[in-house]
């Protein structure tokens, strides 16, 4: 996976279609920035799965959120997703040990779609487990995802 550090940059001059990582991480400048270009040529993962927000089966496209938290070497329990808006939501981080959760920049083979999805969405494979097809995983799901913290 191709990681872009951008040394001594402030997190609101970071370019909107990057993915910010701080917090209990392996980075010596405080934060570990992911392009959807990197994303694209990381390890793909595609999930096919029905959810409240699309119609029928959806086809996403991204990375296991357990191999980018591996890469950062993240050492913490929760994440905290936020997306463009300011809007936040925790996660355990043992949904992505316990489920192939993805961080997702494409679906069906689009772009995710600037000022609706995009950059980035954080999708569970909800047909693989009928626990996961419920309000607490919807919630969780945040799209126009562009920092996660890790604590």
Same mark, same amino acid.
């Given at each position: 996976?191709?990681?872009?550090?951008?040394?001594?940059?402030?997190?609101?001059?970071?370019?909107?279609?990057?993915?910010?990582?701080?917090?209990?991480?392996?980075?010596?400048?405080?934060?570990?920035?992911?392009?959807?270009?990197?994303?694209?040529?990381?390890?793909?993962?595609?999930?096919?799965?029905?959810?409240?927000?699309?119609?029928?089966?959806?086809?996403?496209?991204?990375?296991?959120?357990?191999?980018?938290?591996?890469?950062?070497?993240?050492?913490?329990?929760?994440?905290?997703?936020?997306?463009?808006?300011?809007?936040?939501?925790?996660?355990?981080?043992?949904?992505?040990?316990? @489920?192939?959760? &993805?961080?997702? *920049?494409?679906? $069906?083979? +689009?772009?995710?779609? !600037?000022?609706? #999805? %995009?950059? @980035?969405?954080? &999708?569970?494979? *909800?047909?693989? $487990?009928? +626990?996961?097809?419920? !309000?607490?995983? #919807? %919630?969780?799901?945040?799209?126009?995802?562009?920092?996660?913290?890790?604590?």
């Amino acid at each position: 996976m191709v990681v872009l550090l951008l040394a001594g940059m402030a997190p609101a001059q970071a370019d909107e279609q990057k993915l910010m990582i701080t917090g209990k991480i392996q980075s010596e400048h405080g934060a570990i920035y992911f392009s959807r270009g990197d994303m694209a040529a990381a390890k793909q993962i595609e999930v096919v799965t029905s959810s409240p927000w699309t119609t029928g089966k959806t086809r996403f496209r991204g990375v296991l959120l357990r191999e980018l938290l591996e890469k950062v070497q993240a050492k913490g329990s929760i994440l905290k997703a936020s997306a463009v808006d300011g809007y936040t939501v925790e996660i355990p981080v043992s949904d992505a040990t316990d @489920f192939d959760v &993805i961080i997702a *920049y494409k679906m $069906d083979g +689009e772009w995710l779609e !600037e000022g609706v #999805y %995009a950059p @980035f969405w954080i &999708i569970y494979p *909800y047909d693989t $487990d009928k +626990e996961l097809a419920q !309000e607490k995983y #919807y %919630a969780r799901s945040i799209w126009q995802l562009t920092k996660l913290t890790v604590e």
